[in-house]
Protein backbone atom coordinates (compact mmCIF):
# COMPACT_ATOMS: atom_id res chain seq x y z
CA UNK A 1 0.00 0.00 0.00
CA UNK A 2 1.37 3.53 -0.65
CA UNK A 3 0.41 6.11 2.38
CA UNK A 4 0.18 9.85 2.08
CA UNK A 5 0.52 10.44 5.23
CA UNK A 6 -0.81 9.92 3.22
CA UNK A 7 -1.28 6.45 1.01
CA UNK A 8 -2.55 5.11 -2.13
CA UNK A 9 -3.91 2.34 -3.94
CA UNK A 10 -1.89 -0.51 -4.23
CA UNK A 11 -1.67 0.67 -0.57
CA UNK A 12 0.56 -0.18 1.22
CA UNK A 13 -0.50 -2.27 4.91
CA UNK A 14 0.35 0.97 7.22
CA UNK A 15 3.37 0.39 9.08
CA UNK A 16 2.88 -3.05 10.94
CA UNK A 17 6.69 -1.64 11.72
CA UNK A 18 5.32 1.47 14.29
CA UNK A 19 8.51 1.82 15.85
CA UNK A 20 10.60 2.41 12.17
CA UNK A 21 7.96 5.31 12.02
CA UNK A 22 7.55 7.01 15.54
CA UNK A 23 11.91 6.69 15.15
CA UNK A 24 13.40 10.22 16.02
CA UNK A 25 15.04 11.92 13.39
CA UNK A 26 17.64 14.62 14.37
CA UNK A 27 18.06 17.37 11.72
CA UNK A 28 19.08 21.00 12.18
CA UNK A 29 18.00 22.13 15.75
CA UNK A 30 14.22 19.78 15.39
CA UNK A 31 14.11 16.23 16.46
CA UNK A 32 11.25 15.17 15.28
CA UNK A 33 9.16 11.89 14.67
CA UNK A 34 5.47 10.65 13.48
CA UNK A 35 2.49 11.42 15.61
CA UNK A 36 0.33 8.67 16.21
CA UNK A 37 -3.20 8.56 16.50
CA UNK A 38 -4.65 9.35 18.95
CA UNK A 39 -2.50 12.28 19.82
CA UNK A 40 -4.00 15.30 20.26
CA UNK A 41 -1.86 17.62 17.80
CA UNK A 42 -3.42 15.33 15.25
CA UNK A 43 -7.20 17.07 15.56
CA UNK A 44 -5.33 20.42 15.92
CA UNK A 45 -5.74 23.19 13.20
CA UNK A 46 -2.15 24.72 11.74
CA UNK A 47 -1.19 28.00 11.67
CA UNK A 48 -0.43 29.94 8.98
CA UNK A 49 3.27 30.80 8.06
CA UNK A 50 3.72 34.89 7.81
CA UNK A 51 7.92 34.52 7.35
CA UNK A 52 9.52 31.97 5.61
CA UNK A 53 12.69 31.57 7.50
CA UNK A 54 15.78 28.97 8.43
CA UNK A 55 13.31 27.50 11.09
CA UNK A 56 10.93 26.89 8.53
CA UNK A 57 13.79 25.85 5.91
CA UNK A 58 14.84 23.26 8.61
CA UNK A 59 11.58 22.03 9.39
CA UNK A 60 10.99 21.25 5.44
CA UNK A 61 14.03 19.54 5.19
CA UNK A 62 12.98 17.64 8.02
CA UNK A 63 9.79 16.55 7.21
CA UNK A 64 11.51 15.44 3.71
CA UNK A 65 13.50 13.45 5.28
CA UNK A 66 10.83 10.92 7.45
CA UNK A 67 8.53 11.05 4.48
CA UNK A 68 11.44 9.30 2.79
CA UNK A 69 12.61 7.38 6.06
CA UNK A 70 8.62 5.56 5.69
CA UNK A 71 8.55 2.56 3.48
CA UNK A 72 5.60 3.71 1.35
CA UNK A 73 4.83 7.60 2.68
CA UNK A 74 4.65 9.57 -0.49
CA UNK A 75 3.21 12.93 1.52
CA UNK A 76 3.55 14.61 5.44
CA UNK A 77 1.57 17.64 6.84
CA UNK A 78 3.47 19.49 9.78
CA UNK A 79 0.86 18.50 11.81
CA UNK A 80 2.30 14.99 11.66
CA UNK A 81 5.54 15.51 13.01
CA UNK A 82 4.26 18.29 16.00
CA UNK A 83 4.22 21.33 14.14
CA UNK A 84 1.53 23.16 13.66
CA UNK A 85 2.40 25.37 10.77
CA UNK A 86 0.23 25.09 7.59
CA UNK A 87 3.19 23.19 5.97
CA UNK A 88 3.25 19.54 3.24
CA UNK A 89 5.49 17.86 1.30
CA UNK A 90 4.96 15.29 -0.76
CA UNK A 91 6.42 12.96 -3.77
CA UNK A 92 5.02 10.82 -5.82
CA UNK A 93 7.98 8.58 -6.85
CA UNK A 94 9.96 8.39 -3.74
CA UNK A 95 11.98 5.34 -4.34
CA UNK A 96 15.80 6.38 -4.66
CA UNK A 97 15.69 7.13 -8.49
CA UNK A 98 14.20 10.17 -9.46
CA UNK A 99 12.71 11.38 -6.15
CA UNK A 100 11.35 15.36 -6.57
CA UNK A 101 10.18 16.55 -3.59
CA UNK A 102 7.29 19.16 -2.95
CA UNK A 103 6.54 21.30 -0.72
CA UNK A 104 3.90 23.47 -0.07
CA UNK A 105 3.62 26.13 2.00
CA UNK A 106 -0.41 27.78 3.01
CA UNK A 107 -2.14 25.34 0.57
CA UNK A 108 -5.91 25.99 0.30
CA UNK A 109 -8.08 24.12 -2.30
CA UNK A 110 -9.53 26.86 -4.52
CA UNK A 111 -11.23 24.90 -6.81
CA UNK A 112 -12.75 21.06 -6.76
CA UNK A 113 -14.47 18.59 -9.28
CA UNK A 114 -15.03 15.18 -10.24
CA UNK A 115 -15.59 12.14 -7.23
CA UNK A 116 -13.22 9.56 -7.15
CA UNK A 117 -12.79 6.48 -4.32
CA UNK A 118 -9.78 4.72 -3.81
CA UNK A 119 -8.09 3.04 -0.95
CA UNK A 120 -5.93 5.41 1.62
CA UNK A 121 -3.54 4.84 4.44
CA UNK A 122 -2.14 7.13 6.77
CA UNK A 123 1.36 7.38 8.56
CA UNK A 124 -0.66 8.43 11.53
CA UNK A 125 -2.71 5.49 11.88
CA UNK A 126 -1.74 2.36 12.91
CA UNK A 127 -2.90 -0.98 10.87
CA UNK A 128 -5.78 1.17 8.88
CA UNK A 129 -7.28 1.77 5.53
CA UNK A 130 -10.63 2.78 3.83
CA UNK A 131 -12.02 3.86 0.31
CA UNK A 132 -12.45 7.58 0.10
CA UNK A 133 -14.45 9.42 -1.85
CA UNK A 134 -12.71 12.99 -2.61
CA UNK A 135 -12.55 15.13 -5.70
CA UNK A 136 -11.19 13.82 -8.56
CA UNK A 137 -9.10 16.92 -9.88
CA UNK A 138 -8.39 20.27 -7.44
CA UNK A 139 -6.67 23.08 -8.23
CA UNK A 140 -4.28 24.02 -5.05
CA UNK A 141 -2.83 27.32 -4.24
CA UNK A 142 -0.06 28.51 -1.74
CA UNK A 143 3.76 29.18 -1.81
CA UNK A 144 6.85 26.94 -2.20
CA UNK A 145 9.80 26.90 0.55
CA UNK A 146 10.99 30.08 -1.20
CA UNK A 147 7.85 31.84 -1.33
CA UNK A 148 7.17 32.59 -4.54
CA UNK A 149 3.28 31.91 -5.60
CA UNK A 150 2.14 28.33 -6.58
CA UNK A 151 -0.97 27.25 -8.40
CA UNK A 152 -1.07 23.15 -8.66
CA UNK A 153 -3.69 21.53 -10.98
CA UNK A 154 -3.46 18.23 -9.91
CA UNK A 155 -6.15 15.24 -10.55
CA UNK A 156 -5.83 11.03 -9.74
CA UNK A 157 -3.31 10.55 -7.08
CA UNK A 158 -1.85 14.18 -7.15
CA UNK A 159 -5.03 15.39 -6.36
CA UNK A 160 -5.82 12.53 -3.28
CA UNK A 161 -2.78 13.25 -2.20
CA UNK A 162 -2.99 16.74 -1.86
CA UNK A 163 -6.45 17.08 -0.41
CA UNK A 164 -5.02 14.18 2.25
CA UNK A 165 -2.70 16.09 3.27
CA UNK A 166 -4.27 19.67 3.56
CA UNK A 167 -7.25 17.78 5.76
CA UNK A 168 -4.25 16.81 8.08
CA UNK A 169 -3.62 21.10 8.57
CA UNK A 170 -7.45 21.28 9.41
CA UNK A 171 -7.37 18.48 12.21
CA UNK A 172 -9.17 16.18 9.82
CA UNK A 173 -8.15 11.98 9.21
CA UNK A 174 -9.37 9.73 6.95
CA UNK A 175 -11.12 7.96 9.77
CA UNK A 176 -13.64 10.62 9.63
CA UNK A 177 -14.58 9.87 6.19
CA UNK A 178 -15.63 6.33 7.14
CA UNK A 179 -19.27 5.11 9.13
CA UNK A 180 -19.51 5.78 13.08
CA UNK A 181 -19.21 1.96 13.82
CA UNK A 182 -16.26 1.70 11.76
CA UNK A 183 -14.64 4.70 13.62
CA UNK A 184 -15.84 2.81 17.42
CA UNK A 185 -14.64 -0.69 15.81
CA UNK A 186 -11.24 1.08 14.79
CA UNK A 187 -10.80 2.97 18.05
CA UNK A 188 -11.77 -0.50 19.94
CA UNK A 189 -8.98 -2.33 17.84
CA UNK A 190 -6.41 0.57 18.00
CA UNK A 191 -6.92 0.70 21.91
CA UNK A 192 -6.47 -3.28 22.55
CA UNK A 193 -3.09 -3.17 20.18
CA UNK A 194 -1.51 0.00 21.96
CA UNK A 195 -1.69 -1.97 25.42
CA UNK A 196 0.35 -4.96 24.14
CA UNK A 197 2.87 -2.54 23.25
Known amino acids: MIYFSAVFNIIPR ?27 ILRAHAEPVENINKGIQDLVDNMI ?10 GLAANQVGKLKRIIVFDLNPGEDGRKPAALINPEIVIGEGEIVREEACLSLIDFS ?10 VRGVDRHGNPMDIEA ?4 AICLQHEIDHLDGTLIIDYIS ?17 T
Not at 65 to 74: A, H
Not at 155 to 158: N, V
Not at 180 to 196: H, I, T, V
Open 14 to 40: YISEKEEVQKPIKHGVYKLKIHIYPDP
Open 65 to 74: EIMYSTPTGI
Open 130 to 139: APITRNAQVK
Open 155 to 158: EGLK
Open 180 to 196: SLKRALYKKRLKKDLKK
